[in-house]
Every structure is written in structure tokens, then in C-alpha cells.
């Protein structure tokens, strides 16, 4: 076991994730706006950050969603402990941005609270390369975890919720948050790949994880670990992919000598099919690969045969 995986919709309701969310984004267009039960975090947006969700003041929040809020705490305190206990990194999932501002809020004061080595993370937060303020918000981060000393590790996917973005930025009248074409995602990815494996290979409290079925981002990813003089077995940088998909590349990086994770979700049909169709999705050039995986397979299986 490499890593363990949270979604914080599974630990805090969602309309409390979405109250919080809407009271954070108001505090960040007037700073003097008072969240008492704010604890000491990161920042969550930045110039690029969408947020039209919140038009008007929002009420604060009330004394059973204060509740709510502080057994969400605990439940993530909770795991956090298990994990540190077992020396195993936590990684918290994304959402959309109707959430996201709570899930890195929840995600960086248990970083704050839990990131205690500075040679290995235990609490993980994931950066949506999708996303036009990606880039900038994983900068603000990490320049206030490096101003606090306080070590943080990051999971780098592409993002998954490219239609309800848009669906919801167009019925308020505003651009998507998403980038335009999916080669601005490729790049944004890329760059804040190249950024985060630079800052872990200058022996800074930085650990990432690359989730990608991308075979391209894959070849760079591993072309600059070569670059950096990286080592491959400190666990400051690994691959993952989805259970199932991409094999081929998760071999040749495992053979590469690169740590590579299988991610692998499970829970009700209802829930856990939709969120494989989302990862899909979220991966389309990845089909292409799979053509690639079957025809390696087949191959194996000849030489298997033939070898007998």
C-alpha cells in the first residue's frame, strides 16, 4: 500500500462544503470580512480563481452547521493520525468548484497540522490542471508552505468536470474556469509538473505524485527526473494511474525504476461507475492507449506461447 485516498464528500456534508465554500470566497473579495471557525490554512485562490458562485453576502454559518464542520475536522483529524501512525500519505481528492475552495482549506490545515517531517508528507492535496488558476494557486501554496516550513505533497491530475463547469460558469453569465482546448490543460499540466518536480529535486519538503494516463506527460515526466538527477526510490516523486487503464505506460515507468501506484476506487455501483466515466472523460487521449495496451498484451501472450 503506497498511498491511501479521501474524498472529503464522504467525511462533511455537501451543502456544509458548500457554505464554507461560499463564505471563504467572499472573505477573499473583502479580506475584512470575519470567519470565526477559520482555522490557519493555505491560500485557496488566486487572481484567476472563478468566483461567481458567491454574488451576494452569504448568512454565516449557523450553530449545527458550525457542528457539522467541527465533525468533519475530527473525522479528517482522525484519518490523518491513522496514517501518520503507518507512515502512509493521505491524498485528498478534488471536486468541482462549487467545493473546492473547503477541500483545500480542509486539505491545508491538516497539511499544516500533520506535515511534520520534512523529509516525507503525510497529507496530500490535489491541483486540477484543467483549471485556468491552477498554475497560479499552486505557486501561492506552496510559497506559504515554504514560508512556514511546514513540508506539503501534491497530487497532479488534469480534472474531471469539464461539461458542469462550463454548464454553471455559462448559466451565470461567465467564461468556464476551465481552459479553452485541451492543449492549454497538456501545458498547464506539464508546467506544473516541471514546477513541482524542480522544487522536490532542490531538496525542499516537496512531494508529488503525477496521476496521468497521459503517455507524453509520462516521457517528460520521467525525461526530467533523468534531468534533475532525481532519485527515483525516495518517494519525493511517483507515478499513478487508474487500476485497469494505462498499463502499458505504468510498466514501462515501473521498469524505468520509478515508484508507480495503481489507483484503485471502489464503493456502491451508483457512485463508483460515474466516477469511472468521469475519469474517462477526463482522459480521453488516453483511449488511444488502450489499443496500445491490448496490442502488448497480445504479444506477451504469443511470446508466452511460443516459448513453450
Known amino acids: 500500500l503506497s498511498s491511501v485516498v479521501v474524498k472529503i464528500t464522504a467525511i462533511c456534508p455537501m451543502d456544509v462544503l458548500k457554505r464554507v465554500s461560499d463564505l471563504l470566497r467572499w472573505q477573499y473579495k473583502n479580506p475584512n470580512f470575519k470567519l470565526p471557525w477559520k482555522l490557519n490554512s493555505f491560500p485557496v485562490f488566486s487572481g484567476l480563481s472563478p468566483l461567481y458562485h458567491t454574488t451576494t453576502e452569504p448568512e454565516p454559518l449557523t450553530v449545527e452547521e458550525e457542528r457539522e464542520l467541527e465533525k468533519a475536522h475530527d473525522r479528517l483529524k482522525s484519518v490523518c493520525q491513522r496514517c501518520q501512525e503507518s507512515n502512509v500519505p493521505l491524498l ?70 469539464m461539461s458542469s463547469e462550463a454548464k454553471l460558469a455559462d448559466s451565470l453569465g461567465h467564461k468556464s474556469p476551465v481552459h479553452d482546448t485541451i492543449q492549454d490543460t497538456h501545458d498547464c499540466y506539464n508546467e506544473c509538473m516541471s514546477f513541482l518536480m524542480e522544487k522536490a529535486s532542490n531538496g525542499s519538503g516537496i512531494a508529488v505524485i503525477l496521476a496521468t494516463h497521459n503517455t507524453d506527460s509520462g516521457k517528460l515526466g520521467a525525461r526530467k527526473a533523468s534531468e534533475l538527477g532525481i532519485d527515483k526510490e525516495n518517494g519525493k516523486i511517483e507515478f499513478a494511474q487508474l487500476y485497469g487503464m494505462s498499463d502499458a505506460l505504468s510498466f ?36 488511444s492507449t488502450g489499443s496500445l495496451d491490448r496490442q502488448l498484451m497480445r504479444m506477451e501472450l504469443k511470446r508466452r506461447l511460443m516459448g513453450r
Do not use: C
Request: hydrophobic residues 40%; positive net charge.
Open 252 to 287: 514501462g515507468l515501473k521498469r524505468a525504476g520509478f515508484n508507480v501506484s495503481k489507483y484503485m476506487p471502489y464503493g456502491p455501483v451508483d457512485t463508483a461507475v460515474p466516477y469511472l466515466i468521469r475519469r474517462a472523460y477526463e482522459n480521453r487521449g488516453m483511449m
Open 92 to 161: 485528498i481528492d478534488a471536486e468541482d468548484t462549487i467545493l473546492q475552495p473547503a477541500i483545500d482549506y480542509m486539505a491545508y490545515w491538516s497539511a499544516i497540522k500533520f506535515n511534520t517531517d520534512q523529509d516525507r508528507p503525510i497529507v496530500y492535496n490535489t491541483i486540477q490542471a484543467y483549471l485556468k488558476d491552477a498554475g497560479e494557486r499552486l505557486h501561492f501554496a506552496l510559497r506559504e508552505s515554504e514560508k512556514m516550513k511546514v513540508p506539503i505533497g501534491f497530487k497532479l491530475v488534469r480534472g474531471a468536470y
